[in-house]
C-alpha cells in the first residue's frame, strides 16, 4: 500500500507572534519547515509527501526542502485547517495510507512515525497519543468545572493515520461549522473508532513566542580521532606543543584531542565531520593549525544558533605521561570554545600496553559536548 504524509503548513500562527508563518522561524538556524518534512522523507516507507501551503508561500517552501529526496507534491490550503486537510485529502485516490501531521510539530521522533505506519496498515487507524500528566478537567466552557480525571485520558497529537477512502469519506459528511480540532474528531464522528499509538517523546505543537525561544535548548555530540605516531613530527594536543620523541603522522597537525572536539561539536550541529570539511585532499588543511580549524567549527556552530555549553574529553596515549599538560590543555581549549576552565574536563589514561595505543604506535582521543541555542 502506498503511504503518504500529509504535511499542514498553510497556518497563520498569530499566536505564536512572528513576523512570518511559523514554520519559516529557525531554531538552530534551520527552518521548522524543514526539520518537520525531513523526519518524514528519513522514512523509507513514506512514498509522497504532500505540503499544504498558504497563498505564494510555496516557492519558499520548495526552496528549502530543495535538498530532500522524498517526492513532494504541495496543494493550496484554505482559510482553516478543515478545508486545508480536505483539499490535499481530495488529490488522493482513496487505496493510500495517509498520516496527517503539524508542520509546527518538528520535534516528531522517526521511532513514531513508523509506529504509526505500521499500526495504520495493520489496524486502518493510528493516532499518535501522550498520556497526560496533568489532570484533564470538563467545565461549561466557561468557568464551572464538572469532573477532573486522568484516568481514560490521552492527549492526541499527529501524525494521524488512516485509509485514505475512510478520512476522505469522514470529510465529506463533516462541516466546518462542527468545530473539528483534529482528524482523528472527525473520523470517530463519522466512521468510527481509533487506534491509539502512545508515546512518551516530545512531540509538542509549536504555538506560543516561548515554544520558538532556544535559551534552555541543549543538544549533545560525541567525536573521536586516532593518529599514528613517528619520529620527525611534533606532538600537539589541545593546541599545545608536548615534548616528546614522537609527534602524531596527519595531513593537518594531527591534533587528535581538538579534532575529537571538533567532532563532536559538528556532531552536536547535525553537521558533517571534520573529513567533509577539511579534506585529507585537499592542499589548503596541508600542515594546518587545528584551533584555527576549530574556530572555523564554531562559527558553524555559530550559524546554526549554537555555541558550546560544556566540553568533556579523554586522551588515551601510553607515553608521554600528559597530566602536567592537564592545566594549560584545559585554558587552550576553554579560550577558543569561549567557557569558563570549570565547564572544561580533559582526563589522560593508558590502555596498558593493550592495542595500538598500548603498544606506542598511536594516540586516541575521544570527546563530548553540550552546547544551546544562543
Given amino acids: 500500500m502506498k503511504v503518504v504524509a500529509i504535511i499542514a503548513c498553510a ?19 534551520v527552518p521548522v519547515i524543514y526539520e518537520t518534512v525531513s523526519k518524514f522523507a528519513s522514512v523509507k516507507k513514506i512514498d509522497e509527501i504532500i505540503i499544504i501551503h498558504a ?13 530532500i529526496d522524498t517526492p513532494i507534491r504541495y496543494v493550496l490550503g484554505g482559510e482553516t485547517r478543515f478545508i486545508s486537510v480536505k483539499n490535499a485529502l481530495s488529490t488522493l485516490g482513496g487505496d493510500e495510507a495517509v498520516l496527517i501531521h503539524d508542520g509546527a510539530r518538528p520535534d516528531v521522533s522517526v521511532l513514531d512515525i513508523s509506529a504509526c505506519i505500521k499500526t495504520v496498515l495493520s489496524s486502518g487507524t493510528a493516532v499518535l497519543a501522550k498520556r497526560p500528566v496533568d489532570t484533564v478537567m470538563t467545565t461549561d466552557g466557561k468557568d464551572a468545572i464538572f469532573s477532573s480525571s486522568r484516568k481514560d485520558k490521552l492527549l492526541a497529537l499527529t501524525p494521524q493515520c488512516f485509509i ?3 478520512i476522505k469519506n469522514a470529510y465529506a459528511h463533516a462541516s466546518e461549522d462542527d468545530g473539528f480540532t483534529d482528524d482523528a474528531g472527525v473520523y470517530t464522528a463519522f466512521i468510527g473508532k481509533c487506534k491509539a499509538v502512545i508515546t512518551e517523546s516530545d512531540n509538542k505543537k509549536l504555538t506560543y513566542p516561548e515554544d520558538f525561544c532556544q535559551t534552555s535548548a541543549t543538544r549533545c555530540g560525541t567525536g573521536f580521532d586516532l593518529h599514528k605516531l613517528d619520529y620527525g613530527r ?31 561539536l559538528l556532531s552536536s550541529a547535525s553537521l558533517q565531520d571534520i573529513g567533509y570539511h577539511f579534506s585529507d585532499k585537499d592542499p589548503a588543511y596541508k600542515d594546518a593549525d587545528s584551533m584555527v580549524l576549530l574556530e572555523k567549527v564554531i ?12 566540553l568533556s574529553a579523554v586522551v ?19 579560550n577558543a570554545l569561549s567557557l569558563p576552565v570549570s565547564s572544561v574536563g580533559i582526563t589522560f589514561t ?14 586516541a582521543s575521544q570527546a563530548f559536548v553540550l552546547v544551546k541555542g544562543e
Avoid: C, W
Fill in 55 to 67: 497563498e505564494g508561500e510555496d516557492v519558499i517552501i520548495k526552496d528549502i526542502l530543495k535538498g
Fill in 299 to 310: 562559527k558553524m556552530l555559530k550559524e546554526k544558533g549554537l555555541k558550546p555549553l560544556y
Fill in 350 to 363: 593508558t590502555l596498558e600496553g593493550i592495542g595500538t595505543v598500548g603498544r606506542e604506535e598511536g594516540i
Fill in 164 to 166: 485514505a477512502s475512510n
Fill in 11 to 29: 497556518g497563520k500562527g498569530a499566536r505564536a507572534r512572528q513576523s512570518q508563518n511559523k514554520i519559516f522561524s529557525k531554531r538552530f538556524g
Fill in 316 to 334: 588515551m596515549a601510553e607515553k608521554p605521561k600528559l597530566s602536567p599538560y592537564r592545566e594549560v590543555i584545559t585554558k587552550s581549549l576553554a
Fill in 234 to 264: 611534533k606532538l600537539v594536543l589541545g593546541g599545545v606543543n608536548i615534548s616528546h620523541e614522537k609527534g602524531l603522522v596527519g595531513h593537518s597537525d594531527a591534533d587528535v584531542l581538538t579534532h575529537a572536539v571538533m567532532d563532536a
